[in-house]
């Protein structure tokens, strides 16, 4: 999967996943996390949902 932030193809595939079940990869060129979760406010955040809507309430 390529990085959503630099689009740089050196992801790698996290054992951590989110709280509804995505699969989260993490950019060695950017340093940035993120998910497959495409289309999606949350897709731009370099959090997990489940921290953001902890936040957000
Ligand atoms: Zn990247």
Redesign the pocket.
Known sequence: M???????A??KKRAKKTKLGYATFF??????S?NERTGTPFNYLAFPTDIVLLVVL
């Open positions: 390529n990085c959503p932030y630099c689009a740089a050196t992801t950019c060695s060129q950017c340093q940035h993120f």
